[in-house]
Nanobody, 124 residues
């Protein structure tokens, strides 16, 4: 069982930055594929970024590529999402997710554990 706790959300002006953190419990954190998803009101949950257990491979949604960076510190059981050049359309609840198996196509149903989410609001 893995528990995930996100933090770092808040209100920021367009063009600003935020860094989200996701702290995980458990002794096998480095074996999990980790990802960030987001969900805006009235919309489906969408993929944002993914990182392999070793941290050596990352993958981003086109909408955030070049602006967001996912990283992880396996010694601290934590995954991060650095968000720069934020836009109003980035407003959503951001969720951290963990998968026991390697995920090829990052869809929500393939992730085993989820955090409670953290709100990110970008004002224009």
């Amino acid at each position: 069982q893995v528990q995930l706790v996100e933090s770092g959300g808040g209100l920021v002006q367009a063009g600003g930055s935020l860094r989200l953190s996701c702290a995980a419990s458990g002794r096998t954190f480095s074996s999990y594929d980790m990802a960030w998803f987001r969900q805006a009101p009235g919309k489906e949950r969408e993929f944002v970024a993914r990182i392999r257990g070793s941290g050596g491979s990352t993958y981003y949604a086109d909408s955030v590529k070049g602006r967001f960076t996912i990283s992880r510190d396996n010694a601290k059981n934590t995954v991060y999402l650095q968000m720069n050049s934020l836009k109003p359309e980035d407003t959503a609840v951001y969720y951290c997710a963990a998968a026991r198996a390697i995920v090829v196509v990052p869809t929500p149903k393939l992730y085993d554990y989820w955090g409670q989410g953290t709100q990110v609001t970008v004002s224009s």
